[in-house]
């Protein structure tokens, strides 16, 4: 015998529709927010591969005997260059919408790694609302570098 379609298999239209619209308002707010933590994971991630590149710098200066000078360009160039071990210039630019608002440079490091003096790199980049994101790059007397993060209200920091 032969079932008959029943009307309480399936959804209808109205569910469906409904069941649209909220991933639709979900998509709306989970796309910025994702979009925010991108950006948030790239400065981060500059500000270590910063502090990761002046660690290679400093086992430059310590293996070639030599001093090691880490040239910083601030805004609107964005890098930064240090020589590796066979002396050839490694540039890196940082990502668009990451600045270098203000830095020591030349960092230089003596030949047993130290410094003579603190050098400190500031990295900002906008966030949502109207703040900042900046992080310090610190490298201390000994060479080693570290890095700090702090979230700034709107007006401050060195924004154009």
Same mark, same amino acid.
């Given at each position: 015998?032969?079932?008959?379609?029943?009307?309480?298999?399936?959804?209808?239209?109205?569910?469906?529709?409904? *069941?649209?619209?909220?991933?639709?308002? #979900?998509?709306?707010?989970?796309? +910025?927010? &994702?979009?925010?933590?991108? $950006?948030? =994971?790239?400065?981060?991630?500059?500000?270590?591969?910063?502090?990761?590149?002046?660690?290679?710098?400093?086992?430059?200066?310590?293996?070639?005997?030599?001093?090691?000078? *880490?040239?910083?360009?601030?805004?609107? #160039?964005?890098?930064?260059?240090? +020589?590796? &071990?066979?002396?050839?210039? $490694?540039? =890196?630019?940082?990502?668009?919408?990451?600045?270098?608002?203000?830095?020591?440079?030349?960092?230089?490091?003596?030949?047993?790694?130290?410094?003579?003096?603190?050098?400190?790199?500031?990295?900002?980049?906008?966030?949502?609302?109207?703040?900042?994101?900046?992080?310090?790059?610190?490298?201390?007397?000994?060479?080693?570098?570290?890095?700090?993060?702090?979230?700034?209200?709107?007006?401050?920091?060195?924004?154009?």
């Amino acid at each position: 015998m032969r079932r008959a379609w029943s009307a309480g298999r399936g959804f209808s239209l109205p569910e469906l529709l409904v *069941v649209l619209a909220i991933l639709g308002l #979900a998509v709306v707010v989970a796309v +910025p927010l &994702v979009a925010h933590q991108v $950006r948030l =994971v790239q400065i981060h991630s500059a500000a270590e591969q910063l502090a990761a590149n002046l660690r290679a710098a400093r086992m430059v200066a310590v293996s070639i005997r030599r001093p090691v000078n *880490v040239r910083v360009d601030v805004d609107p #160039a964005n890098e930064y260059s240090f +020589p590796d &071990v066979r002396g050839r210039d $490694r540039r =890196v630019r940082l990502p668009e919408g990451i600045r270098i608002v203000s830095s020591t440079t030349p960092i230089s490091f003596l030949p047993d790694g130290s410094l003579s003096d603190v050098a400190v790199t500031v990295l900002e980049s906008p966030a949502r609302d109207g703040l900042l994101d900046r992080w310090t790059v610190t490298t201390g007397i000994l060479g080693i570098a570290r890095t700090s993060h702090e979230r700034l209200g709107a007006g401050a920091g060195g924004g154009r």
